[in-house]
């Protein structure tokens, strides 16, 4: 399992990048022993479902279990 500073390095990447415009993980709630959990903003006018899977290519060698939602509503700490 990656730490939380890879698996933030590779999500704000794609922030820079213009592929999404935001997310949210699960992995700095102590309480969530759940695998990884990602909320993320697609960029406007991006392919939600294409944005989806790229996070999930992305992280799936970071984690063992990656979950990946496409929310429109800007997560709070994006």
């Known amino acids: 399992m990656a730490s939380w500073g890879d698996i933030n390095a590779a999500l704000n990447r794609l922030v820079r990048e213009g592929v999404i415009a935001g997310f949210k993980t699960n992995r700095g709630d102590k309480s969530s022993r759940d695998g990884l959990h990602v909320d993320i903003v697609p960029a406007a006018g991006g392919d939600a479902e294409g944005t989806r899977q790229t996070i999930l290519d992305l992280l799936t060698p970071l984690d063992d279990e990656v979950t990946v939602a496409v929310t429109t ?3 709070a700490n994006a």
């Open 73 to 75: 509503a800007t997560p």
